[in-house]
């Protein structure tokens, strides 16, 4: 199957700092990438579609200044958390449309803790 | 928009026992997937079963399959001859095939198999 590369697994920075997670997929070309937001024992909530080579669409609600999408390749899209604060403290889950965008792929998520 | 419900929080079975988690979904739409994500502790997510929506066959995949009722907009999985290892979250998700693309979850059903 199709192989989805989240990076990095854990992460902790200070309060006030960015910190970038990179979504990879290793062995097809992506299109079309999903950034997910999920809090402890809760569902995925979508916070934006990546679209290579254009804007991200975000969910309402979702601050497009605070978390910054960028698609630049069709293989990589990155999120970045600006100016992060404890509340912005989760899991970060990214995946991927397949090249026949039947099904999705996932990276293994980002734990996020800000201090 | 497109909501998916999951209205058991948690159940559970014993092993070799079968079990079926429930889902409801709202769309307008008439081409789209619907999907069973399974999360495991590690928090990768892992494709169970796909069904199109366009299919009136259900799917199968070895002990999992799904009873899909499109006029009812409802998507069951059952789990035949559960195993220890199907401990986990269970999400069902949809996906539109045109227009929009999102991949959207539902709250989840947390699985627990008692030996």
């Known amino acids: 199957g199709a192989v989805v590369s989240q990076h990095p697994s854990r992460v902790i920075c200070k309060s006030g700092t960015s910190v970038k997670i990179e979504c990879r997929s290793l062995d097809f070309q992506a299109t079309t990438m999903f950034w997910y937001r999920q809090f402890p024992k809760k569902s995925l909530m979508l916070m934006a579609t990546s679209n290579e080579g254009s804007k991200a669409t975000y969910e309402q609600g979702v601050e497009k200044d605070k978390f910054l999408i960028n698609h630049a390749s069709l293989t990589l899209s990155t999120l970045t958390v600006t100016s992060a604060h404890p509340e912005d403290s989760s899991f970060y889950i990214c995946s991927a449309l397949g090249a026949l965008r039947t099904e999705a792929f996932f990276g293994q998520g980002t734990r996020l803790t800000v201090v | 928009a497109q909501t998916v419900t999951q209205s058991q929080p948690e159940m559970s079975v014993q092993e070799a026992e079968t079990v079926t988690l429930s889902c409801t979904y709202d769309t307008s739409e008439n081409n789209y997937y619907l999907f069973w994500y399974k999360q495991p502790p590690s928090r990768q997510m892992i494709l169970v079963i796909r069904?199109?929506?366009?299919?009136?066959q259900n799917a199968t995949e070895n002990r999992f399959s799904v009873n899909f009722q499109k006029a009812a907009k409802s998507f069951s999985l059952k789990i035949s001859d559960s195993q220890l290892g199907d401990t986990a979250m269970y999400f069902c998700?949809?996906?539109?095939?045109?227009?929009?693309?999102?991949?959207?979850f539902g709250t989840g059903t947390r699985l627990q198999v008692f030996p």
């Open positions: 998700a949809f996906m539109m095939i045109y227009n929009t693309d999102k991949l959207i």
């Open positions: 069904q199109e929506a366009y299919k009136q």
